[in-house]
């Protein structure tokens, strides 16, 4: 069973950069897409990106200027980064396979972290 | 357009079919996903490619689609199913968005 766990600073400065990390067990993250999602407090989910591993990425256009997102094939490891944070990012962040291919379906998703962008 | 238009809230009694609709231009051509979220858990796939059931979900769910809309149904609503549902799908972009998000009320 692949199990996610996100993990980073839980508090982040306004304008600084938001990096979270994304550890995967049970499965290789190779030949799959990830993607990161939030939900601000009292708001609904919001698709932030996802990676396909070894490298390819999409954003979402609202966020692209800001947003990066990379995976470490040898710690089985995803990372998003979001630079230049405002209130506005304050959510829980979430990372999941959501993946759709020949093999099947994949839903996997981590149980999220708070971050709470604030001096 | 990107949106996927959800109602804000269903509420039913017991037994009851909950029907949540989703709406978007891109649902002409594009697969739809939905999640069940509750408070303070990951979202869990409830249906995908429009009315694939993963394993494990009970029958009493169901997806459908219809041009731009796309409904999932909850027939024979539990107490445990009350949850925020999610509808989710790919643009032309190659980008991904989340349907406004339909909180489900079983009373």
């Known amino acids: 069973q692949v199990q996610l766990q996100e993990s980073g600073p839980g508090l982040v400065q306004p304008s600084e950069t938001l990096s979270l990390t994304c550890a995967v067990s049970?499965?290789?993250?190779?030949?799959?897409?990830w993607s990161w999602i939030r939900q601000p407090a009292g708001k609904g989910l919001e698709w932030i990106g996802r990676?396909?591993?070894?490298?390819?990425?999409n954003y979402n256009p609202s966020l692209e200027s800001r947003v990066s997102m990379s995976a470490d094939t040898s710690t089985n490891e995803l990372t998003l980064n979001l630079r230049s944070v405002t209130a506005a990012d304050t959510a829980i962040y979430y990372c999941?396979?959501?993946?759709?291919?020949?093999?099947?379906?994949?839903?996997?998703w981590g149980q999220g972290t708070l971050v709470t962008v604030s001096s | 357009s990107y949106e996927l238009t959800q109602p804000s809230s269903v509420s039913v009694s017991p037994g009851q079919t909950a029907r949540i609709t989703c709406s978007g231009d891109?649902?002409?051509?594009?697969y739809v996903w939905w999640f069940q979220h509750k408070p303070g858990q990951a979202p869990v796939l409830v249906i995908?490619?429009?009315?694939e059931r993963p394993s494990g979900i009970p029958e009493r769910f169901s997806g459908s689609s219809s041009g731009t809309t796309v409904t999932l149904t909850i027939s024979g609503a539990q107490v445990e199913d009350e949850a925020d549902y999610y509808c989710?799908?790919?643009?032309?972009?190659?980008?991904?968005?989340f349907g406004t998000g339909t909180k489900v009320t079983v009373l």
């Open positions: 999941a396979r959501v993946h759709l291919d020949t093999s099947g379906y994949y839903s996997d």
């Open positions: 049970g499965d290789s993250i190779s030949g799959y897409y």
């Open positions: 990676i396909y591993v070894p490298g390819r990425t």
């Open positions: 891109v649902l002409a051509k594009r």
């Open positions: 995908y490619k429009d009315f």
């Open positions: 989710y799908s790919a643009t032309d972009n190659k980008f991904y968005v």
